[in-house]
């Protein structure tokens, strides 16, 4: 019941072109959903985070869309760009006290101009 | 500002040697946590720390892995005796604990190779 199902493994993205990746989840209890960004040789790094008071946010080029019936949430990259290049990893834990995070298996997407 | 510092960054050690791995967490920071990396098992939680105390140590494999947190600026990740299949990137993150969303920062990692 802890785990966060991401998918799909790896992504080939045309410059310019949008990047989906989703995600679902099985525990109601997590309340908290961020995405890490993680480039080769880096630690992953937080990207943008959701709670489930609302359906989408948007920072920049990046969304996440989330939808509690369904408990699937997913990241949209808008115009994606070759500096975009980089595994993506979705994550889900509750919002406040000890946040044990549950990661996901990760996305390698690759932006090609 | 200083983020979370690792070292070492890249290690390769014989099989039954002991090893090591040091971190520094960001400064006011009150919740450490190591990660392993691997392809296979993606990013996996080892043992999270809060105020220097253990709180969650399942998913540290087995007794040959300790850690310590003797003080709030500093903790060891040590693995003895070592095996080929603890190869691995080992992550140290910290974050404050609280009543918000807390972001984890990540250390660089370091790179454990064991042969």
């Known amino acids: 019941q802890q785990q966060v199902k991401q998918s799909p493994q790896s992504l080939i993205v045309q410059k310019g072109g949008i990047s989906i990746i989703n995600c679902a989840y099985e525990?109601?209890?997590?309340?908290?959903f961020p995405w890490y960004q993680q480039f080769p040789g880096k630690g992953p790094a937080l990207l943008i985070a959701?709670?489930?008071?609302?359906s989408e946010k948007k920072e920049g080029r990046f969304t996440i869309s989330f939808n509690k019936s369904a408990k699937q949430f997913s990241l949209h990259i808008m115009d994606s760009q070759p500096g975009d290049s980089a595994t993506y990893f979705c994550?889900?834990?509750?919002?406040?006290?000890?946040?044990?995070?549950?990661f996901g298996t990760g996305t390698k997407l690759q932006v090609i101009p | 500002d200083a983020g979370v510092i690792q070292s070492p960054r890249h290690e390769v050690t014989e099989m039954g040697q002991e090893v090591t791995l040091r971190c520094k967490p960001i400064?006011?920071?009150?919740?450490l946590f190591w990660y392993r990396q691997t392809m296979m098992r993606g990013l996996e939680l080892l043992i999270y720390?809060?105020?220097?105390?253990?709180?969650?140590d399942s998913g540290m494999p087995e007794d040959r892995f300790s850690a310590k947190m003797p003080n709030a600026s500093f903790s060891t990740l040590k693995i003895q005796p070592s095996e080929p299949r603890d190869s691995a990137v080992y992550f140290c993150?910290?974050?404050?604990?609280?009543?918000?969303?807390?972001?984890?920062?990540f250390g660089e990692g370091s790179w454990l190779t064991v042969v």
């Open positions: 525990n109601t209890a997590f309340d908290y």
């Open positions: 994550a889900a834990s509750t919002y406040g006290g000890y946040q044990k995070v549950t």
């Open positions: 993150a910290s974050s404050l604990a609280g009543n918000s969303g807390n972001t984890i920062y």
């Open positions: 959701i709670r489930p008071d609302v």
């Open positions: 400064s006011g920071h009150n919740s």
């Open positions: 720390f809060n105020n220097n105390v253990p709180i969650d």
